[in-house]
């Protein structure tokens, strides 16, 4: 079931005893979570619509609120849970007093919980799954990224280009909650009525911990250093530089496979898509590393793992500050080609 489709069973007549959303999509849960609580009379929501966190909450008062009689007669009740993905800690007490719950409710009481990842395995997932009781709100892949984030700014009421959806993925892209608590503040500062391009969310959208390999790696591997030193200025004091440098030997080493993999690949009667498709590559990504493997021969990839290599070492063996070793590593990596004839081997 879908979040619009709970949010009109609810509101009908055919709205069930339990049901349980799971998912991480912050659009989907919210509407969920509204739903729910529009489903009661506005005047009745302040005694009949209650929330309970586990495990603070016991689930035990969770229950007494779904089976205590109505405050108002005849007025339907809502009760929601919160759970943390893992209920192991008293699980079980928990799994069989959900389960008690869905073999005997009360009429006019509705108990729907909350839950990121339950353990499939638990018998109320799979009761909620058999009575058409289960909302899932998957999380988008992230190729998909941008064109949720035009949903996220469209519901604040923004309008966010294609190229600034693209870069806030690359920034806050590790984090769906933080994304749509990032469009929350642009709606009020630019707010509605301009269409908020990349140069905004450069400036406003802080860079988040999984950003390193999309914003910092792109440029260093486009040999922009013009690109890269604004990004580096950003992360450095604020992020690990071995996690900078692990991050950067990942992606090059990714390049490294592709410029192997793009040259042996005719040589041994496959095509280079098949070849690409073996090491995990393939759409956008594999646009990415195709377009940035170009720009480097195969010497060069060598010599940029070795200096990777070098940086290593040197966070481990010398007293340089870390800091001073991912400049220097950054500005080695992202400098361009000397000029002249291309060496052999660029190209993919």
């Not at 749509?180 to 509605?192: D, F, H, Q, T, Y």
Request: proline content about 9%; charged content about 25%; glycine content about 8%.
């Amino acid at each position: 079931m879908t979040p619009e489709e709970f949010q009109k069973e609810l509101a009908g007549p055919s709205r069930k005893a339990f049901y349980l959303v799971m998912g991480a999509e912050p659009l989907g849960v919210a509407l969920c979570l509204k739903a729910a609580e529009e489903a009661l009379e506005p005047g009745a929501r302040a005694f009949n619509f209650h929330v309970f966190r586990l495990p603070e909450d016991p689930v035990e008062d969770a229950l007494r609120a779904a089976r205590t009689s109505s405050f108002f007669s005849g007025s339907d009740k809502m009760v929601v849970i919160k759970a943390p993905d893992s209920l192991k800690a008293g699980g079980a007490g928990v799994s069989e007093a959900l389960l008690s719950w869905i073999k005997g409710p009360v009429p006019g009481a509705t108990l729907v919980l909350f839950q990121e990842k339950p353990d499939k395995r638990l018998k109320y997932v799979d009761a909620a799954k058999k009575a058409g009781g289960l909302i899932e709100c998957p999380a988008p892949a992230r190729k998909d990224l941008p064109a949720w984030l035009t949903r996220v700014f469209r519901s604040k009421g923004l309008t966010i280009t294609a190229e600034a959806a693209r870069v806030m993925a690359d920034r806050a892209g590790d984090s769906l909650q933080s994304m749509v608590n990032e469009a929350e503040k642009l709606s009020i500062w630019p707010g509605p009525g301009k269409p908020i391009g990349p140069e905004i969310i450069r400036q406003q959208v802080p860079l988040g911990s999984g950003c390193v390999i999309y914003e910092l790696a792109e440029p260093v591997a486009e040999r922009r250093p013009q690109g890269a030193v604004p990004v580096l200025l950003d992360l450095l004091g604020s992020c690990d530089a071995y996690r900078v440098i692990s991050a950067l030997t990942t992606h090059m080493r990714r390049i490294l496979a592709a410029k192997i993999s793009g040259i042996a690949s005719p040589l041994e009667g496959r095509s280079p898509d098949d070849a690409m498709r073996e090491l995990g590559l393939a759409g956008y990504y594999l646009t990415k590393i195709r377009a940035q493997a170009s720009r480097w021969s195969l010497p060069e990839l060598r010599e940029a793992s070795r200096r990777v290599e070098d940086a290593y070492r040197a966070l481990y063996t010398t007293r340089i500050p870390p800091e001073i070793v991912l400049e220097e590593l950054c500005l080695k990596l992202s400098l361009p080609a000397p000029p002249g004839p291309p060496p052999a081997g660029r190209g993919l």
